[in-house]
Every structure is written in C-alpha cells, then in structure tokens.
C-alpha cells in the first residue's frame, strides 16, 4: 500500500489530535504502537477493494495500488475506526487503559467526521462510506461490501438490531431499523426507511415502512 506520508507522522497526527482534544496519556501511545501493524494490516485489506478513485493510484502498467491519505476525512475516520476497534478486540493486559484510549479515539472519530461508528460495533472486513456525515450505524450484523453515505442510520426497536447481508448500499437518508433482515445485494433508495420487515436479496427498496416499495434490482 502506498502512504502519503510517513507511518510515524501518521501515529504522531493520532497522538497529537488526542492530547489536544482530550488529554494524553503514556498507556495511549504505548496500546496504539502495540496494535499499529495489525490496524495496518486490517486497513490495507479494507482500502485495496474499494473502488473509489481517492483510494488507489495507478501505477505505469494501469495497476491498482491501495493508497491511504490521513488528510481525507473519510480515509482517516477508516483509520480512527480500524485502530480502536483493534486496540479494543485484541488488548488483553490493559483492558481499562484500551478502553480510555479507545473512547479518546472514538470520540476524535465523531469529531473530524460528525459519523457516529462506536468501535464495539462490529464492521465487515470490507465495508466503505462516503460523506457520511450525521450516519449512525448501530450494532446490528453487517454483511461484506456494506456500504453507507450521509444522513444513514442502522438502529435498534426494543433492543433488537438488524441483520444486513452482503453488498447491501444505503443512500442517502436511509434507515434500517429494528428485527429487519435485509438480504445481499440491496439498495436501500435515499430516504427509505426500513422497520422490523424482510426484504429479499437483490431488490431496490423504496418508501417506509408499513408500506415499503420492493423491486428486483435487474442487471445491466
């Protein structure tokens, strides 16, 4: 993957929005050095399927190679998401210190982005968002190559979260709430919204619930 700038002025951008924002702290730069590879790693896998052209650049022979860029808010809410929701799963020793600094990273998330993705939610390996400014996206089951953009929200009724299936794309404004089950391939249209009800894979969904518009998405 190729990075805009350096690695260490990366974790150094981190550290210095933490200590400005919050406060900060030895354990923060010690947990964040500690999980940095596997945050890379999870972070080149995510960044090398998506397709939008801010995410690659093209090499001489026409090849695709995975780029990040810290400056680019959504690259960066990416990164802030991959690195506390690592540090969160995978810290062993200092669960409270994890749990400080994952909350300093959170919290600086919603700061730059105005997106509301808590790291205790789990995101599928490969899931990707656009301008999501004012998007909450709650703890339901994401499927691979969920997508979302401004203004969505993923939410619980009572306590129950939906389950989204594989290459599901929310635009603008949409929501899937509650004891909703949401099969591959869907697009959920701007403005949608869908509550405690079933769609089948690959439909376009339109209007809200009680009286959702579901229509098979056809192939070009």
């Not at 690592?86 to 749990?99: H, L, M, S, V, W």
């Not at 998330?109 to 998007?135: Q, W």
């Not at 089950?181 to 869907?186: I, L, P, Q, S, Y």
């Not at 439909?203 to 098979?216: D, E, Y």
Request: proline share 4%.
């Amino acid at each position: 993957m190729i990075y805009r700038f350096p690695l260490r002025n990366v974790k150094d951008m981190l550290l210095n929005q933490i200590g400005n924002n919050f406060f900060r702290s030895i354990d923060d730069e010690m947990l964040i050095t500690k999980h940095f590879s596997k945050v890379l790693e999870r972070l080149e896998e995510n960044v090398s399927k998506n397709d939008n052209k801010y995410y690659y650049r093209l090499e001489e022979e026409g090849k695709r190679e995975a780029y990040f860029d810290p400056l680019h808010t959504c690259q960066w809410l990416l990164f802030l998401y991959l690195t506390a929701n690592t540090i969160y799963r995978y810290e062993d020793e200092k669960r409270e210190a994890a749990r400080v600094v994952c909350d300093k990273i959170y919290g600086q998330s919603k700061t730059v982005s105005g997106c509301d993705l808590y790291y205790e939610v789990e995101m599928p390996v490969h899931f990707a968002f656009d301008h999501p400014v004012g998007s909450f996206m709650g703890r339901a089951k994401y499927g691979d190559g969920f997508s979302f953009t401004q203004n969505c929200t993923v939410g619980n009724v009572n306590e129950i979260y939906p389950v989204i299936g594989s290459q599901v794309r929310m635009q603008e404004g949409s929501r899937i709430l509650g004891n909703s089950h949401v099969g591959d391939g869907c697009v959920i249209s701007a403005g949608a919204m869908v509550r405690n009800e079933d769609v089948p894979a690959h439909s376009l969904v339109m209007g809200k619930s009680p009286h959702l518009i579901i229509k098979p998405l056809v192939e070009a």
